[in-house]
Each structure stands twice: as structure tokens, then as C-alpha cells.
């Protein structure tokens, strides 16, 4: 985001200054979820791997970087919260979990690798669409607006 503001400089003069303004991060588990379907319906949905060519092997990160790629649902959730969809957080993981436990009643064991293996596993599913992601983040995203 950018705005213009009026600027002193030192010459006296009065001039707009083009101020760049980082985007605000996400700070709650619904927030985090309906950052992550955004990111899914302007990029698209990415089956096998949490980007297409993670070592950059075929694409160039300069003509397409990783946040710009499609990407799994996970790679959205952690790209949300941290502007990377390979870095992690606590605030993302928190958010993953919520979405593994309420994808067909959770995973048998809840450690963090069996919830990321249960909503990989729902990501990666034939005919799978961008579509179905996003609307299941927005879905859990106002869960708790719909039942007030």
C-alpha cells in the first residue's frame, strides 16, 4: 500500500513524497485463514509440494518469487502470516492446526506433524480446486460469526 503526503524539504519547498506502507500482518487465527484464502484465489491452488519449484530449478525467483507462485494450503496459511510460504510461525501453525482438526474430524493423532500430514493429504486430493480451499478458509475463518 502507498500514500502520498506533503514533505519539508530542505530547499522550502512543500512536495508529495511517495511513503511505502508494509501491509499489516495478520494477528488472529480468522484473520490468518481469510489472508490465506486470498492469497489462494490470487494465486492458485498447488497439489505435491508447498510451491511449484521449490529449489528454483526451472523458475527464476526474480521473474516469480515463492509468494507469488501457486501454492498448498499450507504454504498460503504460512505466507499470511509471515509474507514467506516456507517460513513458520507460531500464530501459522496455530492456524494449520485449526484447519486439520476440523477437516473430516482430525487427524487420529493431534502432534503438529499429523495435523500438517491431514491437511496436505486434503490439499493433495484429485480434482481438488482453488475454489474448495478458499472456500473452506473462509468457511472456518466466520465459524464463530455464524454461531453468535
Known amino acids: 500500500m502507498s500514500i502520498t503526503l506533503p514533505t519539508n524539504l530542505p530547499s522550502g519547498d512543500r512536495r508529495p513524497t511517495l511513503v511505502l506502507l508494509a501491509p499489516?500482518?495478520?494477528?488472529?487465527?480468522?484473520?490468518?485463514?481469510?489472508?490465506a484464502a486470498r492469497i489462494l484465489q490470487a494465486n492458485g491452488l498447488w497439489q505435491g509440494?508447498?510451491?511449484?519449484?521449490?529449489?528454483?530449478?526451472e523458475?527464476?525467483?526474480e521473474?516469480?518469487?515463492?509468494s507469488r507462485r501457486p501454492m498448498s494450503v499450507?504454504?498460503?496459511i504460512h505466507c499470511?502470516?509471515?509474507g514467506d510460504p516456507h517460513q513458520t510461525s507460531q500464530l501459522g501453525d496455530m492456524?494449520?492446526?485449526f484447519v486439520a482438526l476440523s477437516i473430516d474430524g482430525g487427524p487420529y493423532w493431534t502432534?503438529?506433524?499429523?495435523?500438517?500430514v491431514h491437511v496436505e493429504a486434503w490439499n493433495d486430493e484429485p480434482g481438488r480446486t482453488a475454489d474448495e480451499a478458499v472456500e473452506l478458509l473462509e468457511r472456518l475463518a466466520t465459524s464463530s460469526e455464524r454461531a453468535a
Open 59 to 61: 523458475i527464476s525467483p
Open 49 to 57: 509440494d508447498y510451491v511449484p519449484d521449490p529449489l528454483d530449478r
Open 80 to 82: 499470511a502470516v509471515t
Open 74 to 76: 499450507i504454504a498460503a
Open 111 to 116: 502432534d503438529f506433524r499429523s495435523l500438517e
Open 95 to 97: 492456524a494449520m492446526g
Open 24 to 35: 499489516a500482518r495478520p494477528t488472529t487465527v480468522p484473520s490468518v485463514l481469510l489472508g
Open 63 to 66: 521473474a516469480l518469487p515463492h
